[in-house]
């Protein structure tokens, strides 16, 4: 079984300031992570995805994770925040091991709101 | 990349009645998904649906509540039927296809945002 936890409802950080959204997942094969946004009265939109390789992946509008396979985590950082970032995250796995589930498992999803 | 349509975008509905709601995508995909997003909460795939076969439901959605159409490989319908208040929710449409990566992405389409009255 794959499953994945956000324990943040609510993210709040101040534009300019460094933030953090955190995801811990669990899989049985190798994870396949990602991590997606959604903006007020908008669909998903992917913004970037951990297969295999560097550790630290980079995304779209500047954000990056870090894949940490001892921790089981694969957070979401941007160095500093922007107002319209925003916004409701999502982060999901699947499984990678052949036979596993093709499908993802997504997170409850952490809203993200950066103060002026 | 896909890029996906869904219409209607939004539509409030009166209890007891049902809405179809359209997904097209810009390629030619195997696989298609529903997914619904209720208050509040994360994405619950409903229904996988491939094209020249039934639809596969997951667990606690059956087809005669969300029957769905599969006619061809760039379009797909989602009915909700005999709606309730407790239907009312984003659903999404989704697709897989091969990335840059060589590895499979999923994509969504833009949601339809469903309010039952």
């Known amino acids: 079984a794959q499953s994945v936890a956000q324990p943040e409802d609510q993210v709040n950080v101040a534009e300019g300031n460094p933030l953090t959204v955190k995801c811990t997942y669990s899989?049985?094969?190798?994870?396949?992570l990602f991590w997606y946004v959604q903006y007020p009265n908008r669909g998903l939109q992917f913004l970037l995805k951990?297969?295999?390789?560097?550790?630290l992946v980079k995304g779209s509008y500047g954000f990056e994770a870090e894949f940490n396979k001892s921790q089981t985590s694969f957070h979401l950082k941007k160095p500093s925040a922007l107002v319209s970032d925003s916004a409701l995250y999502f982060c999901?796995?699947?499984?990678?091991?052949?036979?596993?589930?093709?499908?993802?498992?997504f997170g409850r999803g952490t809203s993200l709101i950066v103060h002026p | 990349s896909a890029v996906i349509s869904q219409k209607p975008s939004r539509d409030i509905c009166q209890r007891g009645t049902s809405l179809t709601i359209q997904c097209q995508v810009d390629s030619q995909v195997t696989m298609m998904f529903w997914y619904r997003q209720q208050p509040g909460q994360s994405l619950t795939l409903i229904a996988t649906?491939?094209?020249?076969?039934?639809?596969?439901?997951e667990s606690g959605f059956v087809i005669d509540k969300f029957p769905i159409s599969r006619p061809n490989l760039t379009f797909s319908t989602l009915t909700v039927s005999n709606m309730s208040p407790e239907d009312s929710s984003i659903y999404l449409c989704s697709v897989e296809v091969l990335g840059a990566s060589g590895y499979n992405e999923q994509f969504f389409g833009p949601g339809t945002r469903l309010t039952v009255l």
């Open positions: 999901a796995v699947r499984d990678g091991k052949a036979g596993g589930s093709y499908i993802p498992t």
């Open positions: 899989v049985s094969g190798n994870p396949y």
């Open positions: 649906a491939n094209q020249g076969s039934e639809a596969t439901y």
């Open positions: 951990y297969i295999t390789g560097d550790n």
